[in-house]
């Protein structure tokens, strides 16, 4: 069946470090992907999206890099701050494109 | 704007009981769907809806049921509840469909069947 996942179920940094969380998609067809922060208690919000025509693409302190030869993609956060502590999923269109399709999620932890 | 608004935000039910989770969106989003969260897991797809009046099956869709009879309006409904229902429900929505635009979330209804 179609799956998202992420190579690190956690992850810890020290504040002011760059955090890097990946992912493995397993649906070649998609071209859509998505990145989002889910805080304790509360719904997942939208980061950064990016079509698979692109190959990388800039937020504000986020980058999303896209590899479509070996079916990855990552979520780059420059100088993590405590306020980053959250659980980040990776999401894809699949080959239905009918809904988003939700990784298993990597908890970053931020110690200042 | 409220954006996704869920209700209840937590809820004990007892194994046979039936409930409604309400969803609303105020942005006029035509598709519209529900996710069940387990602990350390994903979001799993339980219905979508693309329209008032259209709804569809996901991943896991046995032991609920949604209608849309409005465009604001996805209500999900648990029939006879069982503790594998136990969960954390989130309603979104979006502005296009197909999975290539991304998702406003509600909150989450936390839900324990005991």
């Not at chain 1, 959250?86 to 200042?112: D, W």
């Amino acid at each position: 069946g179609e799956s998202v996942g992420l190579h690190l179920p956690t992850l810890s940094v020290q504040e002011g470090d760059n955090s890097i969380i990946n992912c493995a998609y397993s649906n070649s067809a998609s071209d859509y992907f998505i990145w989002y922060k889910q805080e304790s208690g509360k719904g997942p919000q939208f980061i950064i999206d990016i079509r698979s025509n692109m190959d990388k693409r800039q937020g504000q302190r986020v980058t999303v890099l896209l590899n479509k030869t070996v079916k990855h993609l990552s979520l780059q956060i420059a100088a993590t701050q405590p306020g980053d502590s959250a659980v980040y999923f990776c999401a894809e269109n699949g080959q239905a494109g009918t809904a988003l399709i939700f990784g298993k999620g990597t908890t970053l932890s931020v110690s200042s | 704007n409220a954006g996704v608004t869920q209700t209840p935000k937590f809820h004990i039910l007892k194994i046979g009981q039936s409930m409604t989770l309400q969803c609303t969106q105020d942005m006029n989003h035509n598709y519209m769907y529900w996710y069940r969260q387990d602990p350390g897991m994903g979001l799993k797809l339980i219905y979508y809806s693309v329209g008032a009046g259209i709804t569809d099956k996901g991943e896991v869709p046995n032991g609920y049921n949604v209608s849309r009879s409005t465009t604001e309006d996805f209500p999900l409904r648990l029939e006879l509840a069982a503790p594998s229902q136990t969960s954390v429900y989130f309603c979104a929505s979006s502005y296009g469909g197909g999975g290539t635009y991304g998702y406003t979330f509600g909150s989450g209804t936390r839900l324990t069947v005991v």
